[in-house]
């Protein structure tokens, strides 16, 4: 039931901006973190950003003040604004949600389908 719908990404010159958008519906009532990870070819998945209920955040060291996370609580939506994007931003990027459950692990990840973001040079 749990559904993750991300939009923003696409191709943009190096140096370019970009917002990514995940809206996250169906049952959820509680709401540990949500974030965006990202994985290019070859490379494991990484962690870019996330934002806790509380409103915490952290930020992967090679996105450090050129992304920002934010989120809209009462439309359970996270976003990334993508600033001074590089190449090396080029992957593709996943939302994430984390949420509680009753029985063991006592946790559940939730991940949208993925959205490409391409920089060229």
């Known amino acids: 039931q749990v559904q993750l719908v991300e939009s923003g990404g696409g191709l943009v010159q190096s140096g370019g901006s970009l917002r990514l958008s995940c809206a996250a519906s169906?049952?959820?009532?509680?709401?540990?973190?949500m974030g965006w990870y990202r994985q290019a070819p070859g490379n494991q998945r990484e962690l870019v950003a996330a934002i806790t209920s509380g409103g915490s955040t952290n930020y992967a060291d090679s996105v450090k003040g050129r992304f920002t996370i934010s989120r809209d609580s009462a439309k359970k939506t996270v976003y990334l604004q993508m600033n001074s994007l590089k190449p090396e931003d080029t992957a593709v990027y996943y939302c994430?949600?984390?949420?509680?459950?009753?029985?063991?692990?006592?946790?559940?990840?939730?991940w949208g389908k993925g959205t490409l973001v391409t920089v060229s040079s």
């Open positions: 994430n949600l984390n949420v509680p459950k009753a029985t063991l692990p006592y946790v559940i990840d939730y």
């Open positions: 169906g049952s959820i009532f509680t709401i540990n973190r």
